[in-house]
Nanobody, 127 residues
Framework: QVHLVESGGGLVQAGGSLRLSCAAS????????MGWFRQAPGKERVFVAA????????FYEDSVKGRFIISRDNAKNTMYLQMNSLKPEDTAEYYC????????????????????WGQGTQVTVSS
């Protein structure tokens, strides 16, 4: 079991930046592939980015490629999402999630491949 807590959300103007953090409990963080999802009001929760256990491979949804960077520090049990050039359409609740322990990254963009979720952090981008 892994417990996840997001932080770093807030209100930012379009074009600005934010860095989200996801702190994980336990001593086995490095054995979980991780991801970020977001959910805008009235919409489904959708994939944003994912990262392998080692951090050597990353995956992005097309609309955030070149603007967002996912990373992790396994020594600190923490994953990050650096969000640059933010747009109003990035406004959403952002969730971090962990896959089953030691699982591959197949279907990395599918919600049901992630079994542990944080409580979310709100990101609001004003125009």
């Amino acid at each position: 079991q892994v417990h996840l807590v997001e932080s770093g959300g807030g209100l930012v103007q379009a074009g600005g930046s934010l860095r989200l953090s996801c702190a994980a409990s336990g001593r086995t963080f490095s054995s979980y592939g991780m991801g970020w999802f977001r959910q805008a009001p009235g919409k489904e929760r959708v994939f944003v980015a994912a990262i392998t256990m080692s951090g050597l491979s990353t995956f992005y949804e097309d609309s955030v490629k070149g603007r967002f960077i996912i990373s992790r520090d396994n020594a600190k049990n923490t994953m990050y999402l650096q969000m640059n050039s933010l747009k109003p359409e990035d406004t959403a609740e952002y969730y971090c999630a962990a896959r089953r322990q030691y699982s591959s990254m197949s279907r990395y963009d599918q919600r049901d491949e992630y079994v542990h979720w944080g409580q979310g952090t709100q990101v609001t981008v004003s125009s």
